[in-house]
C-alpha cells in the first residue's frame, strides 16, 4: 500500500488567525447563552406559558445573556406580566414611571438567566400641553463627486501560490 500525503507549507499563513478565534469565541459564547435560555425556560416552564397565554414575543438572540421580553398592551397587560415575574421567582428593582408610555427593565434571579422586559403602551393619545415658536436653521446634505472606478472585470487572485511537499 503507497500512502502518499502532500502538506500544503502555506496554509497558516492563509488563515485569518484572528478573525477565525473571533468566530470560535462568538459561537462558544452563543451555545452557552443559549444553554441557559433553555435552563430557564425548562426551570420556569409556567412563566413561559403564561406568556404565550397573553401573546408576549419572546426573543432569544445568542449575543445577548439574557431573554428578551417585548410587548405591546395596557396597564393592564403589564401587571398580569409582572405578577408572572414574581410569581417565577425574578426580580427588578425599577418600576414604571406614571405618565410614561414605555417601561424597561432587567429581572433577576439567582441561578438563572436575566429577563429584559421592553413594554410600550398602547393606550396613548397626543395632548397639546403649551406652544412654542423656534427660529431653527435648515439644512441639506451636499456632497462631492465619486471617484470613477475601473471597470475591470478580470477576476482579482486573492490566495497565494500553493506549493506542496510530499
Not at 478573525?19 to 435552563?39: D, G, H, P, R, Y
Request: glycine fraction near 6%.
Amino acid at each position: 500500500m503507497n500512502a502518499e500525503v502532500s502538506i500544503d507549507v502555506d496554509y497558516i499563513d492563509q488563515i485569518p488567525a484572528k478573525t477565525s478565534l473571533k468566530l470560535i469565541e462568538a459561537a462558544q459564547q452563543a451555545q452557552k447563552n443559549l444553554k441557559a435560555f433553555n435552563e430557564a425556560i425548562r426551570a420556569r416552564s409556567a412563566l413561559f406559558r403564561r406568556l404565550e397565554e397573553l401573546d408576549v414575543d419572546v426573543q432569544f438572540c445568542p449575543d445577548n445573556a439574557y431573554i428578551h421580553i417585548r410587548f405591546t398592551g395596557d396597564g393592564n397587560q403589564l401587571g398580569q406580566v409582572w405578577g408572572a415575574f414574581r410569581q417565577s421567582g425574578w426580580k427588578t428593582t425599577c418600576r414604571p414611571e406614571k405618565g410614561k408610555n414605555e417601561f424597561y427593565a432587567f429581572w433577576h434571579q439567582e441561578g438563572l438567566v436575566d429577563l429584559f422586559m421592553n413594554f410600550t403602551s398602547s393606550v396613548c393619545r397626543r395632548v397639546q400641553v403649551g406652544t412654542t415658536t423656534v427660529e431653527q436653521p435648515i439644512y441639506e446634505i451636499q456632497c462631492g463627486e465619486l471617484p470613477e472606478l475601473e471597470t475591470d472585470t478580470a477576476k482579482p487572485n486573492l490566495t497565494r501560490g500553493r506549493r506542496g511537499r510530499r
